[in-house]
């Protein structure tokens, strides 16, 4: 494992959609390694691929604060998504002076495939929910300062 240079706002990579994974190989596998170690050293709770230099729709997640839990996802889909959440959210790849206020469904279902090619479907709520759609718009090119809050 190898910790990766988190791309900052500006770069072109953090912009692009993402393409999709067509096979889970030793370089995947590598990325994925390298990017849990990324996220937890920087003492994040998500991280894309785009953030580390790669345009694949590969994430990983901490879907829980209190828990040491990762989730790596490749090729997640949103597929179903309700309730709305109002908070505060920041960004490795963001200075955090833009921290701000975002939407985001408070459940969604999350499909995607893990690192052994096995296939999930399952519900995400409140937090877990917003990381998830905070890490799977870093794959279409949309970082959360974006869709700044400014509502009630």
Known sequence: MALRNIFKEGEPIL????REVGGIDERVVTL???MRET???????????PQVGVSKRI?????????????EMINPV?????GVQVGVEGCLS??????????R??????????RN????????????????????????????IDKEYRGR
Do not use: W
């Open 15 to 18: 912009r692009r959609v993402a």
């Open 32 to 34: 994925l390694d390298d």
């Open 39 to 49: 996220m937890i050293k920087a003492d994040g709770v998500g991280l894309a691929a």
């Open 59 to 71: 994430i990983v997640i901490k879907p829980d604060a209190e828990s040491d839990e990762i989730v």
């Open 78 to 82: 949103i597929s179903e998504q309700s």
């Open 94 to 103: 963001v200075d955090s002076s833009k921290n701000c206020k975002i939407a």
């Open 105 to 114: 469904p408070m459940r969604l279902k999350i499909e995607y495939t893990d």
């Open 117 to 144: 090619g096995v296939r999930h479907s399952e519900y995400a709520l409140g937090f877990k929910a917003r990381v998830i759609c905070h890490e799977t718009d870093h794959l279409n090119g949309i970082l959360f």
